[in-house]
């Protein structure tokens, strides 16, 4: 478990200083030395890189795993998608991110797909992941990744995985913000891009308090994003635990993040839940906003922008429908976010997504499937 001890420490180490400095000095620290007030991100949600045949990365694969028939199904799900509609989505967003004010491309979890079962495999499916993705970005762009649960899913695999994703990352940022190479402590980590602060956790932590007092320990932060796999937000038909605060251990401190982020209008950026979902809050502490984002492009009717619900009031009855009212903690946990959204919007589309950071406002274009053109857009922060 990450306490709030190894979080500000991981925290602190990648901006030089000993975990009891003053945060603001780590800020200071990790600062680029150019002026970014205006900039854009190419974001992509969750892709699960796979291929054909399934024996490239899964002839070792437990075949004593219950959920084997589950997992096989997911093996022809991807290697579909990837032979032809996901490259095409891929060259769609790298085309946009040819802009001048593109900072960096952001991957929000389960990279990969995962059961491996063989943890050299895995490696090699991280390694071809990565090539794959960056390659028609411009050359040089910095490729950010947080941590999902497919990603570290298999014999072997988290080892396999942060062996690779915390070198990487390490220098991803560096590119970005000016950190001190190898310092990083992913898949905990702080930095800032010219004014803006962004937080990126391990959704699984049970140490809520770690994230409200490293957002709070940086009152000069224009923006503040923080960047999960599972969401914050309870979605109706993902399970409590497959979300940031889901654990029954987060249920005092979850209040404290949702004030946390609402007193700094905070940006929370997820994936997981394979849908396009943004909520905004409004509470007497201010509120906040969240992005679900969406890359898993299985189908060719999911390029889609048209909403399945875009009203306040249909998050409670699709929480009610899906939840059938059988469980009266997870009825308590959608109230309580329910009672304070201000903004709604579900879609079951994928695609590729822009968002566009200033002064003025925070604002996130979805482009369904590989469109040069945004479909819709939503005002995270005005």
Avoid at 303 to 323: Q, V
Avoid at 352 to 357: E, P, Q
């Amino acid at each position: 478990m990450i306490t709030r001890r190894s979080f500000i420490g991981g925290i602190a180490a990648a901006a030089g200083v000993s975990a009891g400095m003053p945060w603001l000095s780590g800020c200071r620290a990790l600062r680029p030395s150019f002026g970014t007030s205006r900039y854009s991100v190419a974001i992509l949600g969750d892709t699960h890189y796979d291929a054909e045949p399934e024996s490239v990365y899964h002839s070792h694969y437990d075949e004593s795993n219950r959920w084997a028939k589950v997992q096989h199904a997911e093996f022809v799900r991807n290697g579909e998608m990837w032979r032809e509609r996901c490259p095409r989505m891929l060259a769609a967003s790298a085309e946009l991110a040819r802009g001048a004010d593109t900072s960096f491309v952001l991957q929000l979890g389960d990279i990969i797909q995962g059961d491996c079962d063989d943890a050299p495999t895995h490696r090699r499916m991280l390694d071809d992941c990565i090539r794959m993705l960056r390659a028609p970005y411009p050359e040089g762009i910095p490729f950010l990744t947080v941590m999902g649960n497919h990603d570290f899913r298999g014999k072997d695999a988290r080892k396999a995985y942060l062996d690779f994703a915390g070198p990487f990352m390490s220098d991803e940022v560096e590119k970005l913000s000016g950190a001190r190479p190898g310092s990083v402590a992913y898949p905990v980590f702080s930095f800032r891009l010219g004014a803006d602060l962004w937080v990126f956790c391990d959704f699984e932590t049970k140490d809520l308090e770690a994230i409200c007092d490293a957002i709070e320990s940086d009152p000069g932060a224009r923006h503040v994003f923080l960047v999960t796999h599972g969401p914050f937000t309870t979605f109706a038909k993902t399970a409590s635990r497959w979300r940031l605060g889901g654990s029954k251990d987060c249920e005092a401190m979850r209040p404290r993040l949702y004030e946390t982020l609402s007193r700094r209008h905070a940006v929370v950026l997820s994936g997981h839940t394979h849908t396009t979902n943004f909520y905004r809050h409004e509470n007497r502490f201010g509120g906040f906003s969240e992005f679900t984002v969406n890359s898993v492009w299985c189908r060719p009717e999911l390029a889609t922008a048209s909403p399945i619900h875009d009203r306040p009031a249909d998050y409670l009855a699709e929480a009610e429908r899906k939840t059938g009212g059988n469980s009266e903690d997870r009825r308590a946990e959608i109230g309580f976010f329910a009672s304070g959204l201000a903004e709604y919007f579900y879609n079951d589309g994928a695609g590729h997504y822009r968002m566009d950071v200033s002064d003025d406002a925070v604002t996130m274009a979805f482009y369904p499937g590989d469109a040069r053109e945004p479909a819709r857009r939503f005002a995270l922060k005005t």
